[in-house]
């Protein structure tokens, strides 16, 4: 299924355990998040409600810095915004694995107070792919989040979620960045 950026998501496969299959590309390398060291601007676009055919969108800033961690194996972002009139924080640990050449992303929020399943994934032609399988209100998902950087200034950021292992995806989030330092 296409996005909003004519980018088609990867096909998802599953081993017998019904385990996500996910390969490296050959590029992958512990170089590939360079670009977003620093602090950006982020205009968010969030869809109101998910799976549910939900075809109206929330918008609000944010800020988010990253720095690295690990001699550039590892880096960690905060991410900071106001969402309903309240402050919502949020915060990425992303690592490089120099075995596998896969990046695992970690997310916490100041709601839940705990790490989501990591997505797991590479970059090829400054495009990432990173996959988890999690649930949502209770039902099994399968989640992508794609980092498009072809320009290193203003990289974009989206979610999408699968509930029927990936044959249909709906996009529900869309970070906008532009760096500020």
């Known amino acids: ?18 385990e996500l299959i996910i390969t490296p590309t050959s ?7 360079d670009f977003f060291e620093g602090k950006f601007r982020l205009r968010n676009k969030k869809l109101k409600s998910i799976l549910n055919h939900c075809e109206e ?32 924080e949020g915060m990425t640990v992303r690592l490089f694995d120099p075995q596998t050449r896969l990046w695992s992303m970690y997310w916490a ?3 839940r107070g705990k790490f989501d399943p ?21 039902k099994p998902i399968v989640v992508v989040f794609r980092w498009d950087v072809r320009d290193e200034n203003k990289p974009v950021w989206s ?3 699968s509930d029927d292992n990936g044959e249909t995806w709906e996009w529900n989030w869309y970070m906008y960045m532009t760096k500020i330092k």
């Open 27 to 33: 590029t992958s390398s512990k170089h590939d998040f």
């Open 57 to 88: 969108w929330t918008e609000f800033e944010s800020t988010q810095e990253m720095y690295k961690v690990l001699n550039g194996l590892g880096n960690i972002d905060n991410f900071l915004a106001i969402r309903d009139g309240q402050p919502f």
């Open 109 to 111: 929020d100041s709601n």
């Open 159 to 161: 979610q999408a979620f």
């Open 118 to 138: 990591p997505v797991v994934g590479s970059f090829e032609n400054d495009i990432g792919y990173f996959f988890t399988k999690d649930t949502f209100e209770g």
């Open 1 to 18: 299924m296409k996005n909003n950026h004519d980018s088609e998501i990867p096909k998802v496969n599953f081993d017998i355990h019904n």
